[in-house]
């Protein structure tokens, strides 16, 4: 695995823990400014990106996997 690659896993590992994080603190939440809606759709926007970014398989440029 080249060390590329090891950086965008783990970079997107970590997203994906910080946006379960922010999805879980939105709900923990007791009131306040009434944001947590804004926060939870951030949250599952880091989570999908997140996600689709480790799953997605890897094309390079001659177009085999």
Known sequence: MSSYRKFE???HSFMLI??????ASALIS????A??????VLGVGFGLTS??????????????K
């Open 35 to 40: 944001r947590e809606p804004l926060y939870i």
């Open 9 to 11: 896993v783990g970079f």
């Open 51 to 64: 996600t689709i970014k480790l799953w997605k398989p890897k094309i390079d440029r001659n177009g085999s």
């Open 30 to 33: 007791e009131g306040g400014l």
């Open 18 to 23: 910080f946006a379960i994080g922010l999805i």
